[in-house]
């Protein structure tokens, strides 16, 4: 194996040098190497896995052969109706290229890495009434990870993030939070439970952290112990600068700079691939895909003072997404301080906004969206309001928060006054206290929790249809009847998050061809240069129709760019 630590000297060559260790980055890398390539990956954090690390995990590719051998077949055909009903007008040449790949891509790494998926059965596209939407099949997710695999090799694996981990280090998967609600009410739930605190318990005896991953720390994790195996040099804490080309127009070259040396130059005798992670912390480059009152905020990983893929690019006359105010992927997001100082930012995806007893208001006291819906048709509804509901608020009751939670604030706390005291989480007996503590007026908001709760005593959203799809309700509680995504609030204290928009990456990216080549402003490639994951613009053109549509295109445009990194003829 590898030691992922090793640091080449300056003036080494490589036959491919990958910048940026997240999924498209470690895709990339590994198929190269595969394919007999010599590989560098560079990775500006002290820490590899990148924004992959620390998110859901999900693999979002039609008609997968996981999902058809598990009796739910799928078409490519029925994916197109599907997108062309969500996705804007524009060219689909790399978008088919997707289509076309993503099954081949994923069992050519599963058959020659240690990358394991398994199809999520239940998971429909985002718009399920839309023509060609599935209720499932289309999302692969990885098997989870035992990172004793990666030995010492561990300890360069990005952390997920900690509010998304219990006592302090322990992941669970999707199937484990129904146990832990049940954990007193069923003595099936209490061995469950019981069973996961024994195993974590005596993994911390060795580890600084759980070593059984789930999710996108699975991901990265199994990724990085495929690019290990197959003998790919990492570099951690290196940052790129500049990109140099030959004589004949080839990149050929980059010059990079680390916390503890000097700048070096290392070639690539075939070719360069950008994966850092896109525009999402790009300044003035991000301002140009959102709208003035999105702001700044972003749930991606901080790359800190390294270049972006597109700033490296653009140095060469890269041809970049023409400016939009759609070029995010959205969430809505809280933002705290952790005990040790740190800013955490929560994306409220799956785990509060469609269960029973929760509704959303703006600044006027009024509800303005159904909480239900993805979380990128929040933020659009958001930004859709004129800036009435940014911030917006999350507000639940007691029984609420007890149960679900709210943004950071786990299920069955045993106590939530750092938060209160924090002012993260706002509290109070009343509603009227409660207005006054959001800076809403008071009449409009009890209007509003009163017109809601008549309709929602009978499982009932008259005003929004909320638990209307089965998006919806799959998000929702199953054990609560009729609706699972509506109850009243009733039960004081009655509780308030802030959230505001935030980019879970950007669409706006590297204009690319169908085979992951950078183009130039005028349309030719740019010889030996290549982009995926986020740092490519992304084929869903600044939709989002379902789980994973990020990751899916990003592993997959991985393996396109490193098999054609490595067949590129050497220089």
């Not at 260790?21 to 010599?38: E, I, N, Y």
């Not at 070259?253 to 360069?272: K, L, M, Q, W, Y």
């Not at 700033?311 to 759609?326: F, I």
Request: a neutral charge; aromatic letters at 6%.
């Amino acid at each position: 194996m590898n030691d992922a630590r090793s640091s080449p000297e300056s003036g080494e060559t490589f036959d491919v040098v990958v910048v940026g260790a997240g999924a498209g980055g470690l895709a990339a890398a590994c198929k190269a190497a595969m394919d007999g390539a010599s590989v560098l990956l560079v990775e500006q954090s002290p820490v590899v896995g990148g924004t992959t690390a620390i998110s859901g995990g999900m693999i979002w590719i039609p008609a997968n052969a996981k999902t058809a051998a598990a009796g739910k077949p799928d078409s490519l055909e029925a994916a197109r109706t599907y997108l062309e009903a969500t996705l804007p007008p524009g060219d689909r040449q790399r978008l088919n290229a997707f289509l076309s790949w993503g099954d081949e891509a994923m069992r050519d790494l599963e058959s020659r890495t240690s990358l394991r998926l398994r199809p999520v059965a239940i998971y429909p596209d985002y718009y399920p009434d839309l023509p060609g939407a599935t209720s499932g099949g289309r999302v692969l997710e990885p098997v989870p990870f035992d990172a004793t695999a990666l030995g010492n090799d561990f300890d360069i694996l990005r952390d997920p993030l900690p509010e998304f981990m219990l006592f302090d280090g322990m992941m669970i998967s999707r199937q484990d939070i129904p146990h832990l609600r049940r954990v007193f009410r069923s003595l099936r739930s209490t061995l469950h439970v019981a069973k996961l605190l024994a195993g974590y318990g005596l993994q911390r005896l060795r580890w600084r952290r759980g070593t059984t991953l789930y999710l996108g720390n699975a991901l990265a994790g199994r990724l990085l112990k495929s690019a290990l195996d197959l003998g790919v040099a990492i570099r951690t804490g290196t940052a790129v600068e500049r990109l140099s080309t030959g004589a004949d127009g080839r990149v050929c070259c980059i010059e990079t700079i680390s916390h503890d040396g000097p700048p070096r130059a290392i070639g690539a005798r075939r070719a360069v691939v950008l994966a850092t992670g896109g525009l999402s912390h790009g300044g003035d480059l991000r301002n140009a895909y959102v709208p003035h009152a999105a702001g700044t905020l972003t749930a991606a990983v901080d790359p800190g003072r390294a270049r972006r893929g597109a700033q490296l690019a653009g140095d060469l006359d890269a041809r970049l997404s023409a400016p939009t105010d759609e070029g995010a992927f959205w969430v809505p997001a809280s933002t705290f301080t952790r005990r040790d100082g740190s800013v955490g930012n929560f994306p409220h995806t799956v785990t509060d906004r469609a269960k029973p007893g929760l509704i959303s208001v703006d600044g006027d006291g009024r509800r303005f969206v159904n909480e239900a819906v993805s979380y990128h048709e929040f933020v659009r509804a958001q930004l859709a309001s004129q800036g009435r509901a940014i911030p917006a608020w999350l507000l639940c009751d007691h029984r609420f928060l007890r149960k679900h939670g709210l943004g950071k604030v786990k299920p069955l706390s045993r106590s939530v006054e750092r938060d209160v005291a924090s002012g993260y989480l706002k509290r109070a007996s009343t509603l009227a206290d409660l207005a006054a503590a959001i800076g809403v007026p008071a009449r409009a908001l009890a209007e509003t929790v009163e017109t809601y709760n008549h309709g929602a005593r009978h499982g009932e959203d008259s005003a929004f249809g909320r638990g209307c799809d089965i998006y919806q309700r799959h998000l929702g509680d199953a054990d609560h009847r009729p609706n699972p995504c509506v109850a009243p609030l009733q039960d004081a204290p009655f509780y308030a998050v802030a959230v505001r928009p935030a980019d879970l990456g950007m669409s706006a990216g590297i204009v690319t061809d169908p085979q992951a080549r950078v183009l130039r402003q005028d349309g030719s490639t740019i010889a030996g240069l290549y982009a995926c994951g986020n740092d490519m613009a992304s084929v869903m053109e600044g939709a989002y129709p379902g789980p994973g549509i990020t990751l899916g295109p990003a592993l997959t445009f991985g393996w396109i760019a490193g098999r054609n990194a490595a067949a590129e003829r050497a220089a």
